[in-house]
């Protein structure tokens, strides 16, 4: 059936960040990614607006072909950062929805499904073992830290860009129901993780929420860090007095916290890693409401405790990488 443009413009209006247009269009790869990321982060997608007589020329097979046999695609730097920004992004969120999954396992895996989905968008493709083991090697030697998502990304990216090459011409195309039900497998993939902790509580909905920007800030702010230590040691930063101050009164609060969240796990202070990770799944098993039904207040009142208490221990030790 021909693709009509002005149905294209009516989808990319209504329903652009969630990729309907690209869905429309057969674009399946561009479609989870604007499904996953809401438009290429809520404005990539008014981009779209030039392109699309192009590509509703394509889908009807009008559009002037072009020799791609033998060639390489040409470098873009726009699709390169695109792979560093969405293997980062489902970094974060493999991090913030999977906690008890070890960081060497899901933090690759994560950024190399994201690095994988941009490239393979449009006609363009690469080879998925080569990007997933330049994530893993990348992870493994900087031990899965959470600041390790940029380098990780980048790794990834990197590999993702030297093997790149054209998809083959004439694959046969699944038909809509099918297509649908790969898209919707793979966005349940993506949303189960976060939906699962959000349900465990609204002060875990909460801290996952907020950790986001959190993370995010501090991945930004990490080439900064260098010159920020660099200047403190030649004294050319100052101490503030008000702000040592207020950051005692911080380190004593945050003190306070750490003992109870101990106390709260059965532990004693300063237990390893491994302790806190154990006892949290062996606790969490024992206190999960749908086990506890009988006694389902003081359950769900011991189950959002006991999320707190993990997210107040294990969120620094991810930071400062265990």
């Known amino acids: 059936m021909a693709k009509r443009l002005l149905v294209a413009y009516g989808l990319w209006a209504l329903g652009g960040p969630l990729g309907l247009h690209h869905l429309y269009l057969g674009r399946d790869s561009h479609a989870l990614l604007w499904m996953l990321t809401l438009g290429g982060f809520g404005g990539a997608w008014l981009w779209d607006f030039w392109h699309l007589p192009g590509w509703v020329a394509a889908a009807n097979g009008t559009a002037v072909p072009t020799d791609h046999s033998g060639a390489v695609p040409a470098f873009s730097p726009l699709r390169l950062a695109g792979q560093v920004a969405v293997g980062m992004y489902f970094g974060l969120v493999a991090a913030l929805g999977l906690p008890w999954v070890p960081a060497l396992l899901v933090q690759p895996l994560a950024v190399g499904l994201g690095v994988l989905l941009v490239s393979w968008v449009g006609n363009e493709m690469t080879e998925p073992p080569s990007t997933l083991a330049a994530a893993f090697l990348t992870s ?48 349940l993939a993506f949303t189960t993780p976060l939906a699962c902790r959000g349900f465990c509580g609204a002060a875990g909905a909460l801290g996952t929420l907020l950790a986001l920007p959190r993370a995010a800030v ?105």
């Open 218 to 322: 501090e991945l930004l702010l990490l080439p900064l860090r260098p010159f920020w230590l660099l200047a403190e040691v030649l004294g050319i930063l100052g101490t503030n007095p008000a702000r040592e101050s207020g950051a005692s009164f911080r380190q004593s609060s945050w003190s306070e916290r750490q003992q109870w969240a101990y106390e709260v796990l059965g532990l004693p202070s300063g237990s390893s890693s491994e302790d806190v990770h154990r006892s949290y799944r062996e606790l969490v098993k024992l206190w999960h409401p749908d086990h506890n039904r009988h006694r389902a207040e003081e359950a769900e009142r011991r189950f959002i405790e006991l999320q707190e208490a993990y997210e107040e221990l294990a969120g620094p030790r991810r930071a400062a990488g265990g």
């Open 140 to 187: 493994l030697l900087l031990k899965g830290r959470v600041l390790a998502l940029l380098p990780v990304s980048v790794a990834a990216s990197v590999a993702a860009q030297r093997h790149r090459r054209y998809k083959p011409r004439g694959m046969p195309r699944p038909g809509l129901p099918t297509r649908l039900y790969h898209l919707g497998l793979a966005c």
